[in-house]
């Protein structure tokens, strides 16, 4: 297909267990981002890569957190160490540009992931 | 604060055009209308976004006000599947934005 693909579609883990989450982007899109949704909550940004370079790694809430994209592609978002308020749906999204500014963000189904 | 506020829900017949408000009155020069939806156990879904003029796309209408403090997203002829919350979001065109949804609309369509 053509949008951004997540997998796995879920994780269901043992606490203190590492897990790696991955995203394909939309062909050619430059920018990715890494968000995480609780249940009933908002949007939480957490990584944004411009190419294979991360300028903004604000939103990532510990050093048990850990992103990196190769190739301008593909992108990894690993957990260590997973504590039960992990728990969530991380969700990633990607965009192009175009002479105009930035295109608009879209995502992909995300992976829910649960710790138990 | 909120730059954007919505009503929390909404119901429409199905068939029927659904009007979804939008009130953005301390909107600044440079950010954008954007609109995106997100169905249940599904990622957000990117709808349309405008600056000031009119938007029309194959999903939905983007309508917003000349002084551009509101505007109202519409889906002409709403389905089943169009149940969903709906969020209307400021994003400015000067760098990569960090999207942030509010509690949004909740659209339920009737059969």
């Known amino acids: 297909g053509a949008g951004v693909s997540q997998s796995p579609s879920n994780k269901v883990t043992e606490k203190g267990k590492d897990v790696e989450l991955r995203c394909d982007p939309i062909?050619?899109?430059?920018?990715l981002y890494w968000y995480r949704q609780s249940l009933g909550q908002g949007l939480e940004f957490l990584i944004y890569?411009?190419?294979?370079?991360?300028?903004?790694k604000s939103g990532l809430p510990s050093d048990r957190f850990s992103a990196e994209r190769t190739g301008g592609s593909v992108s990894t978002l690993t957990i260590q160490r997973t504590q039960q308020e992990d728990s969530a749906v991380y969700l990633c999204?990607?965009?192009?540009?175009?002479?105009?500014?930035?295109?608009?963000?879209?995502f992909g189904d995300g992976t829910r992931l649960s710790i138990l | 604060d909120a730059k954007t506020t919505q009503p929390p829900s909404m119901d429409c017949a199905e068939g029927r055009a659904a009007n979804l408000p939008c009130n953005h009155s301390?909107?600044?020069?440079?950010?954008?209308v954007y609109w995106y939806r997100q169905i249940h156990s599904q990622g957000p879904q990117y709808i349309i976004h405008?600056?000031?003029n009119n938007e029309t796309n194959e999903m939905a209408s983007l309508i917003i006000t000349e002084d551009r403090k509101s505007s109202t997203l519409i889906l002409p002829h709403a389905t089943l599947r169009d149940t969903a919350v709906y969020y209307c979001?400021?994003?400015?065109?000067?760098?990569?934005?960090?999207?942030?949804f509010g509690t949004g609309t909740r659209l339920t369509i009737i059969p």
């Open positions: 999204a990607s965009s192009g540009r175009d002479r105009g500014g930035n295109q608009p963000q879209h």
């Open positions: 062909s050619g899109h430059t920018a």
């Open positions: 890569f411009q190419g294979n370079s991360a300028p903004d």
């Open positions: 301390t909107i600044s020069g440079n950010e954008y």
């Open positions: 405008g600056l000031k």
């Open positions: 979001i400021l994003i400015s065109n000067f760098g990569n934005e960090k999207l942030t």
